[in-house]
């Protein structure tokens, strides 16, 4: 239970109470009056989810119960989890190679934008590193060890033909140099392969952006990039 789907109305108000009191009785949590019956079915709900605890006569959050109330919308009179952007790196190895500078390139063999060509991404898991999540990535979607530099930061929203999100994520941007490693060129999920510049303006069905990543990681300064796109293919 943790989406605005999942949550009822009378759950919601009860950690919105909560929220805001460091303990509350039983019937400072039913501040809408509802039926005693009803509402002791959702303060045991609570408890059984581990979102909030008893403690003689007092309710309280537990501190899963406090993550979830903080996520919450308060200003809604029904609260509900607050849609945030994602958090990801996205790493591009790079090599010389016959005197011509060559970038990794994956293609996306899921789902969404399957098919589509771009540069390696992945989350951010929670308690990791940044830097830990890039080489975490680097080395299980291609196989390779590399120095990792941060060029930028992307944010990048996708919106649908007719002008809905559908995607809003924040990129930490990293090059990769002095790869080393035996690349993996399939994996379920992606394609690898090495492209000059010119090779990767050709290709079929590519991210948006992917230009703009590729000026990020060969500039001298950091930089930070927000652009929103009307996306195909999704």
């Known amino acids: 239970m943790t989406g605005k789907n999942d949550m009822h109305p009378i759950q919601g108000e009860i950690l919105r109470v909560l929220l805001f009191n460091p303990q509350a009785r039983f019937s400072e949590l039913n501040a809408s009056r509802v039926p005693s019956d009803q509402f002791t079915f959702h303060v045991k709900r609570l408890v059984e989810l581990g979102l909030i605890s008893k403690a003689r006569e007092h309710y309280t959050l537990t501190d899963i119960g406090k993550e979830l109330a903080n996520r919450m919308d308060t200003d809604q009179k029904q609260m509900a989890v607050e849609r945030q952007a994602k958090l990801g790196v996205l790493v591009v190895p790079v090599r010389e190679k016959d005197s011509r ?13 399957y098919g589509f060509h771009g540069f390696l991404t992945g989350k951010i898991r929670v308690g990791e ?106």
């Open 101 to 113: 500078c060559e970038y990794l390139v994956q293609q996306r063999l899921k789902q969404p934008f």
């Open 129 to 234: 590193k940044v830097l830990e999540t890039a080489k975490r990535e680097l080395e299980e979607e291609s196989g390779l060890t590399g120095q990792l530099t941060l060029t930028g930061i992307k944010h990048k929203m996708d919106y649908s033909q007719e002008g809905k999100l559908l995607e809003d994520k924040f990129f930490y941007v990293f090059r990769a140099e002095k790869v080393a490693g035996k690349l993996i060129y399939k994996f379920e999920g992606g394609r690898n392969r090495w492209l000059i510049g010119e090779e990767i303006q050709k290709l079929p069905d590519k991210f948006d952006g992917v230009e703009e990543t590729m000026r990020m990681i060969n500039s001298k300064e950091l930089e930070f990039v927000e652009t929103k796109y009307t996306v195909k293919g999704f």
